[in-house]
């Protein structure tokens, strides 16, 4: 368990809505990073960070914005919510400070907007 | 660019049978790979990777992969599937660096006959 949890897990919400998801850890770790899976994509990152209100985008950041205030919150939000941003959204954190260490990835959040 | 190739999206087999789930990559710098493996309603969970050093790795559960850098491939094997293999299999790679970004692979589904 790398003492990472995601809210909420599930959420349906309407088009033009805004959305925040949320990602905790409890490992005081400094790389944090929001993808999003879906099916004949496998995993897409989205937007990452390197410490508290340090971040920068991934390939797929286009409706997408993140805060960091504190090392264990790493929010992602959705200004306003689109159809083809229905997804199912992961957040990973890195193990340790090594250039090469594992991600570890939480739960993820499911998400679908009408 | 970095870019991976996983070809076969589903790969069914019989219990106990030999697998081979396929991984190609693209990279004009040096490369870590890495398989997570994907319960159903889960998050991913890190299988094995490959950093340097021996090019063969193992997993605590069976599996193995190996690097081949001629070939740039990263395939993964198990000799003897169980049914509770039965999973969606994600290959990774990454250059490494201090923000360690993955790129991934669309996925294989591996299903486990009886």
């Known amino acids: 368990d790398a003492g990472i949890t995601q809210s909420p897990r599930h959420k349906v919400t309407e088009t033009g809505t805004p959305v925040t998801l949320r990602c905790h850890q409890t490992e005081n770790h400094r790389y944090m990073y929001w993808y999003r899976q879906d099916p004949g994509h496998g995993l897409r990152l989205i937007h990452y960070s390197y410490g508290v209100k340090d971040t920068d985008k991934g390939e797929v950041s286009d409706g997408y914005s993140v805060s960091r205030s504190k090392t264990e919150d790493f929010l992602l939000t959705l200004e306003s919510a689109t159809s083809s941003q229905t997804s199912v959204y992961f957040c990973?954190?890195?193990?340790?400070?090594?250039?090469?260490?594992?991600?570890?990835f939480g739960p993820g959040t499911r998400l679908t907007v009408l | 660019a970095q870019s991976v190739t996983q070809l076969d999206s589903q790969v069914p087999v019989f219990e106990e049978a030999p697998v081979e789930l396929r991984c190609n990559y693209s990279s004009s710098v040096s490369v870590y790979l890495f398989w997570y493996v994907q319960y159903p309603n889960q998050g991913l969970q890190l299988l094995l990777k490959?950093?340097?050093?021996?090019?063969l790795v193992e997993s605590i559960n069976g599996f193995e992969a190996e690097f081949n850098k001629s070939q740039t491939s990263f395939h993964l094997r198990k000799p003897s599937v169980h049914i509770s293999d039965t999973a969606e299999y994600f290959c990774?790679?990454?250059?490494?660096?201090?923000?360690?970004?993955?790129?991934f692979g669309t996925g294989t589904l591996l299903a486990v006959q009886p």
């Open positions: 990973a954190i890195r193990g340790t400070e090594t250039s090469t260490d594992t991600q570890y």
């Open positions: 490959y950093l340097s050093g021996s090019t």
């Open positions: 990774a790679v990454s250059s490494g660096g201090a923000t360690n970004k993955l790129i």
